[in-house]
């Protein structure tokens, strides 16, 4: 569960995209809107905002790699005193290789880079595309799997043979680097962390919103349940999906989710088989299970897990546990994901 989730007020984090002339529009102005669009979607829910941007470079102005002129960027912060929490973002350059070394900028932010110290949940790294060579450069991938753009894989292997390249991946999480392969995969990632850090009912909103599909790697764990059955473009579906997803707990049937989509009970049924896939009280079953594996996880007996997930009882929920495939009983099956 996320802290929000729990009752408490979480810290911002501080994000800071690390720009060199000739930086990729794509890969900073991506996720710089999945950031904006999540705040946007938590103050609509009623909860602050998480994220705080910031546009920092060894230059006060930078031209992009589409000729756009950027002015007033704020200098490289001093690392001893960034805030925590704080993500740095990284992001690639045009060309078959990355040059540094004729590059003064480009020098200036890997000596900046070099003084960063990485730890989970407080200061952590987000590549995208050959942003990741940058990071190998300043030696933040030694020891660590990393994934880039495929044009850059051999490159990234040869500036850190230490690194453990991974291809054929949309991203790759090690810890507190996070890299993604390259241009709108870094949307992918940006979503992944918004979902580890505001929720994944708000990550999917979120995806909605800029009309992405979610996706992951092909080797990556399976998608939540708050973001199966949403690669569709349905507005009244998607309000019942999101309302749902923020209240299991709610007392729910399909005239209380037609009431969101304003329609008939026998339409809604309809929507959710012909657009999602899923009968409705089928998603809904999906959503409270895995709000109670999650209120589970936190710490939660089964019998609270229910009840926060919306079910009548922990037989319920034993019940639901069962039907959707997972092994053993609620308490083993958590317990045995976390080993």
């Not at 810890?175 to 994944?200: E, F, K």
């Amino acid at each position: 569960m996320t802290p929000a989730t729990l009752g408490q007020r979480p810290d911002p984090i501080h994000i800071y995209f690390a720009l060199l002339p000739h930086s990729l529009l794509l890969d900073w102005a991506g996720p710089a809107e999945a950031l904006r669009i999540a705040n946007q979607t938590l103050r609509a829910l009623g909860q602050p905002e998480r994220f705080v941007l910031h546009f920092v470079s060894p230059t006060p102005q930078s031209v992009t790699s589409v000729g756009v002129m950027l002015t007033g960027l704020a200098p490289l912060p001093d690392t001893a005193t960034l805030p925590r929490p704080s993500w740095v973002v990284l992001v690639g350059l045009p060309g078959q290789r990355i040059d540094v070394i004729s590059n003064p900028d480009a020098l200036a932010l890997l000596h900046w880079l070099r003084g960063l110290r990485l730890a989970t949940g407080r200061l952590e790294l987000v590549t995208v595309c050959a942003g990741a060579v940058l990071a190998a450069h300043a030696g933040l991938l030694t020891g660590r799997r990393a994934t880039t753009h495929h044009q850059h894989l051999d490159e990234l292997a040869e500036v850190d043979p230490q690194c453990d390249v991974a291809a054929n991946r949309v991203f790759v999480a090690d810890g507190p680097v996070h890299t993604s392969a390259g241009v709108t995969t870094g949307i992918d990632l940006l979503l992944h962390r918004i979902s580890d850090t505001c929720g994944p009912a708000v990550a999917a909103q979120v995806a909605q919103t800029m009309v992405v599909a979610l996706r992951r790697g092909p080797n990556d764990p399976e998608l939540s349940p708050f973001l199966h059955h949403r690669n569709h473009m349905h507005a009244a579906l998607h309000r019942v999906q999101d309302a749902v997803g923020r209240e299991p707990q709610a007392d729910w049937n399909v005239p209380a989710m037609a009431g969101v989509a304003h329609t008939s009970p026998r339409h809604l049924t309809r929507l959710f088989l012909e657009h999602a896939g899923i009968a409705p009280l089928q998603y809904l079953r999906r959503i409270r299970l895995a709000t109670a594996e999650a209120a589970l996880q936190a710490g939660q007996k089964v019998t609270q897990a229910a009840l926060m997930a919306g079910f009548s009882s922990d037989t319920q929920l034993r019940r639901a546990w069962h039907q959707f495939g997972r092994a053993g009983t609620p308490s083993q099956g958590v317990a045995g994901r976390a080993h």
